[in-house]
């Protein structure tokens, strides 16, 4: 991720704690929308798998996205917050951040944290808020994107304002459950390949797929 190419060792230090250090090695490729709904049109959530244009079916599941991202594959799963408990977890994020309220916390933001420069040892608290920052960004931005790019959503805020123990989640299964939902969900937001924008974890899709759909099918679109 461009963003990435002038972290420090210190900063990559603090992304290999919470389990996101796999992330560094990824570069991201513009996708174009008709490949990404296509691609995602070939998921078939009930069953977990991937068919191809010969029906064959691929499975996969929270090893795979460990396997291509090097993330946290067991630990608590990542639900969304409950409606009592929504208003603390974006409290907990605004403290962590310090920022007055939720609205604040802007993908401009994080991309702040997440650049700037340090010439001392950093505290407790500016490691805290760099993590939370790398985690939030990389969710939004990559592993699971939603039609707004920018913004930040509740889903996954309860493990991100847990910022000591990001580890502790299984955020493999986080995109697993991602990529299906997108893919249950494209037929009745997107009926035809005229859609804006897209949902689910494009990059994983399109490892998972590299060596097993048809060249001529695959080739035919541009991302």
């Not at 079916?57 to 996205?65: A, K, Q, R, T, Y």
């Not at 505290?123 to 920018?150: G, H, M």
């Not at 580890?167 to 986080?174: D, E, G, M, P």
Request: net charge positive; hydrophobic share 40%.
């Amino acid at each position: 991720m461009n963003i990435t190419k002038d972290f420090d060792d210190r900063k990559k230090e603090l992304i290999a704690e919470i389990g996101f250090d796999g992330i560094l090695d990824i570069k991201l490729t513009k996708v174009n929308r008709q490949f990404w709904a296509w691609l995602l049109s070939k998921v078939d959530p009930k069953s977990g798998t991937i068919v191809t244009d010969f029906n064959q079916e691929l499975p996969f599941g929270p090893n795979d996205v460990n396997a291509v991202f090097g993330l946290p594959c067991s630990g608590q799963l990542i639900i969304p917050c409950s409606q009592d408990e929504l208003d603390g977890k974006k409290q907990k994020l605004c403290e962590i951040f310090e920022i007055p309220n939720f609205s604040h916390l802007k993908i401009s933001l994080l991309e702040r944290v997440l650049k700037k420069q340090y010439v001392h040892p950093m505290t407790i608290d500016e490691k805290r808020e760099f993590k939370a920052a790398f985690v939030l960004y990389v969710t939004t931005k990559l592993l699971a994107p939603q039609s707004c790019a920018n913004f930040i959503s509740p889903r996954y805020i309860r493990a991100v304002a847990d910022a000591d123990n990001i580890k502790q989640y299984n955020w493999s299964q986080f995109v697993i459950d991602e990529v299906k939902k997108a893919a249950k969900s494209l037929p009745k937001r997107f009926p035809n390949t005229t859609q804006q924008s897209i949902n689910g974890c494009i990059i994983f899709l399109m490892v998972s797929t590299d060596t097993c759909l048809p060249n001529a099918v695959y080739n035919q679109h541009t991302y």
